[in-house]
């Protein structure tokens, strides 16, 4: 990036405070995504793991702090939340299950603290 990409952590209150590490756990069945061209069922999969993943960090976050242009949504330029999962790297070749393929994902909106988060 030369020197344009920073990363700050978030603030937040879980675990070691403002580190900007959330650990949740959801219900949901690995979404083992991309095993095959032909998975249809991928986006719901995803959606359903970030939906709930993002209610269970809600009480640790304040997503509302992060709308710097105060237009109700949350965008990329003013946070970036990644989700690790487990579980296999189906980009390195890993056949085994469950796996997924690491990429950014734009994702259904989700709305905590009053604020949309897209993407």
Known sequence: SQGKFKVVPAIESYGTANDGVINVS???????????????????????????AY??????FNLSAYDSNQDGTVEPSELSVMFIFAGGDRSTGFLDRPAIWPHKFSHNDVTLDGKKITD
């Open 55 to 60: 209610q269970k960090l809600d009480p640790y």
């Open 26 to 52: 959801v219900a949901q069945s690995h979404p083992n995504c991309h095993s095959s061209s032909s998975d249809t069922t991928c986006t719901a999969k995803l959606n359903a793991v970030f939906t709930e």
